[in-house]
């Protein structure tokens, strides 16, 4: 019963996560709108990617995640900011 109700919430919170990071444009998106290409689009999506890591995390731990919900959330969450 435990393990389903995780289950619940962490499916409950990647949804939330793609809400929040559909608001703004994916690292990607960025790049394109800047124009960067070589080596300026490589290190700009790395920051990016770095940056969306960071705040991935403080908003798993913001819901209280831990564990495979915590790995699970801050992995889809990274992925849609990076687009």
Known sequence: MKSALTSVIAVATLLLATVAQAEGPTCNAAAAEKKLAGAAKTSFLKKCEKDASAACTVTAGEKK????????FTKKCVKDAVG
């Not at 995640?65 to 699970?72: D, E, P, Q, V």
Request: without cysteine; aromatic residues 0%.
């Open 65 to 72: 995640l831990n564990g495979a919900a915590k790995t699970s």
